[in-house]
């Protein structure tokens, strides 16, 4: 069951803030968020685990509520260099070791 | 740079046709994974190779095939392609596998197949 990423898409003014949520219907282990630019391979940005930390570095940080199988990414006073599409990974706990990827957040920063 | 390498960059080649592409892992990494990504789509997940054998398989043609050498790196074959297959195919990798506790993927720049 792929995990449902919203909003679809969002554009942002330089300087604002976003969020971007990952729910799913399954119980998790784990969440994982990653960035791809256009044309380019996605890159990781953090992992969240069962019973773990918020986790963030610079001013992307990420939650996972493990009662609501919920993940949300917080991206602060963004910046160009922030826009691509977001995906969130997510590893059920019938651990059968494969992320099973939403369908990703297009995010637009403009100047 | 991930320091995952794929090749070819790109390929372009005719229905039916049958085509291999090579993944070289980051040093030290022992799992290599495969996904698919079609045109402003989200990643499929393909297959997963553990050190050489098979640890997970995601919605894989019957057509796709692949598999990790002795020395770690992997190759995806397609065969019997259709129009349908044109995508960017990625590999990926690990030090350890998903239910380690979690690892960070490593994604290479990707293979661009082209079927006409």
């Known amino acids: 069951q792929q995990p449902v990423q919203s909003p679809q898409a969002v554009i942002l003014r330089e300087g604002e803030d976003a969020v971007i949520n990952c729910s799913s219907s399954?119980?998790?282990?784990?969440v994982h968020w990653y960035r791809q630019k256009h044309g380019e391979a996605p890159v990781f940005l953090m992992i969240?685990?069962?019973g773990g930390e918020q986790k963030g570095h610079d001013k992307i940080s990420a939650s996972f509520n493990e009662k609501k199988q919920q993940s949300s990414l917080y991206l602060t006073a963004s910046q160009l260099s922030y826009s691509g599409t977001y995906f969130c990974?997510?590893?059920?706990?019938?651990?059968?070791?494969?992320?099973?990827w939403g369908a990703g957040t297009k995010l637009i920063i403009k100047p | 740079d991930s320091g995952v390498t794929q090749t070819p960059k790109h390929l372009i080649t005719a229905t039916g046709q049958r085509v291999t592409l090579r993944c070289s892992p980051r040093?030290?990494?022992?799992?290599v994974y495969w996904y698919q990504q079609s045109l402003d789509q989200g990643l499929q997940f393909l297959i997963q190779?553990?050190?050489?054998?098979?640890?997970a398989k995601g919605n894989i043609l019957e057509r796709f095939s692949a598999q990790q050498f002795p020395d770690l790196h992997s190759e995806l074959n397609l065969s019997s392609l259709e129009l349908g297959d044109s995508a960017l195919y990625f590999c990926?990798?690990?030090?350890?596998?998903?239910?380690?506790?979690?690892?960070?993927?490593?994604f290479g720049p990707g293979t661009r197949l082209t079927v006409t």
């Open positions: 990926a990798s690990s030090v350890g596998f998903m239910g380690q506790g979690a690892r960070e993927q490593y």
């Open positions: 040093s030290g990494d022992l799992s």
């Open positions: 190779y553990y050190n050489g054998e098979e640890r």
């Open positions: 399954k119980a998790l282990y784990s």
């Open positions: 969240l685990l069962k």
């Open positions: 990974g997510t590893e059920g706990m019938d651990s059968n070791y494969q992320l099973i």
